[in-house]
């Protein structure tokens, strides 16, 4: 049929199903944020909520969740506590992603095991319970790790696999609970830095990045420290309306004697940092709508990297009791209050007992310049770290009471370097008196058959040793050297419990100089200072325990100077030097006791009676 129209002939012809299910795929995508997306398809089942999702249930993960949709911004940075809907931050963005900006998508979990998992409990049923979702999955064309959908594919790999995390370039990167992933190894870089070089091709990339914190030096709080911006959400207080925090320090609850914990816990309130009002539960739903979230750092005009804090105290589902709670039967057990710290308040544990800081080193420093022996020294030792290209070394003196001062340490690069130094004669402040190292401990964990030669050459003064790979009743032991083919077969190999030594060495660098306390001399460099306090002791889970270990602060830090240190000191207490301040107790002079008269035997009576019996 044709109609005219200003002297035109149009026809109109019948437009068929599959005609029109192609103009609707040519036709742009609404142009929707995170937040709208999820609030309009979203349908959540495997969780305590089911039903369609709603923005006003957790209202601060709106800004968090769109964040990603500004065409500025290249990284979101999420530092959260357990169960505020970061995973759902993630899942949001994905939907949104597969519906509206098909693109290559990776999402890295700490382990391939809990990748599995959330693909099966969290992605695959979202996928199912959305429609839109599912129209676009091509199911029969998907892997358990890699799933297809119109446009695009999604890798989902855990930070334990190398090889999957730097095999494809990819656009959107989602890491969940960095915090939990291994470190970097001698073959391969960190995880993190294996999958944000997938991205480099795309100028357009999103990466997002959430994880509950664990140490200062973890991935997630050193990202949020190095973002462009920094924010907190602000809710306004229902009494004065001012826009305040919530934090930890407004929580107040009773504290009368007979009280138990859980009493105490249940009269738990906010007091208003502002106005000194009241504030309950009650008025929290209220408090999360209308709240917003503030920059409170900047460090560029135009931020790329954009980082969100938050606390359990703004969690719809958690009550200001339960906080409180979980804080009263956690704070006099130091595993459960790391606990608490990281799960809870969203803050990194750092254990203040055995803390150790380069400027505490350099504050130990003396008036005594590098490769002077103090008076009061009674024997030096000596502490080698061998590494691949190089070889580190400390020179210590020691005193009574296990006073100690660093002679000098530095660098080698090959073994006569070493040899040469040892041998060298350090003079005593005041006489001039020459001293040598009398005792060396040298690692043989790395370059093991030349260590042991080269302790076998100088037995006179070095002596293999080694790390115990489990804690030990003692500080070290002595074992024997059992390579057939080696100089120093039957050589005694020192065994040492480096986490004992590590304690005593923190413990004594924060005395003030004087007896008993581990110094450094003048001019002590910052390099060595750095290495020597590259660990701190915390808490690690192992199995199903949770024990305290000395680890590296930063992953990529050097800790050579310690370890030498950790050789000195060991060698020293092979030396004795525990018990040196008794060798100057003068004991005073015994008394002579004169012979006691012992009585006569019977045969002597008898011969005494009878003296004239011959």
Known sequence: MARKSRGLRFRRYKVAAYQKQALAALQPPDDMTTSEWAERFRILSNNANPGPWRNEKTPYLVGIMDELCNYETEEVIFVKPTQVGGTETILNSIGRIIQQDPAPTMVVYPSDTLGESVKKNRIDPMIKATSELKRRYHESDSSLS???????????????????????????????????????????????????????????????????????????????????????????????????????????????????????????????????????????????????????????????????????????????????????????????????????????????????NADLVLERQTSLPEFTVPKWAKILTAGIDVQETSVYYVIRAWGNYLTSQKITSGQAFNFAEIERIMNLQYAREETGELLVVSLALMDSGDNTDVVYDFCADNADWAMPSKGASHPMDTHFRLSKVNKIDSKAYGMQLVIIDTGKYKDMIAGRMRKKNGTGSWMVHKGCDREYAEQVTAEHKVNVKSGQRTVQQWVLKSTHADNHYLDCEVYAMCAADMLGARTFHLQDVELPPRAETPPKEQAPTPEENWIGQNEGWL
Request: aromatic share 12%; hydrophobic share 35%.
């Open 146 to 356: 890699e799933l297809q959908f119109d446009g695009m594919y999604m890798v989902i790999v855990g930070s334990n696999s190398p090889s999957q995390l730097a095999s494809r370039p990819i656009r959107n990167l989602f890491l969940d609970e960095v915090d939990k992933y291994p470190g970097a190894s001698k073959k391969e870089s960190d995880p993190i830095s294996l999958a944000r070089e997938r991205t480099k091709t795309f100028r357009n990339k999103k990466i997002m990045m959430t994880s509950t914190p664990t140490l200062k030096t973890g991935h997630i709080w050193k990202a949020m420290e190095e973002a462009d911006e920094i924010r907190h959400y602000f809710v306004p207080c229902p009494h004065c309306g001012e826009f305040i925090e919530l934090k930890w320090a407004q929580i107040k609850f009773p504290n009368e004697e007979g009280m138990t914990y859980a009493d105490r816990a249940e009269f738990a309130v906010y007091v208003c940092q502002e106005c000194g009002a009241i504030i309950t539960d009650r008025h929290k739903p209220e408090m999360l709508r209308l709240g917003e979230w503030r920059t409170v750092s900047k460090q560029t005009q135009f931020p790329r990297k954009i980082a969100f804090w938050i606390n359990t105290l703004y969690s719809p589902f958690v009550r200001f009791s339960e906080v409180a709670r979980a804080f009263l039967t956690s704070k006099d057990d130091p595993d459960l209050f790391q606990n608490f710290t990281n799960s809870w308040l969203a803050e990194p544990w750092e254990d203040t007992k055995l803390k150790t």
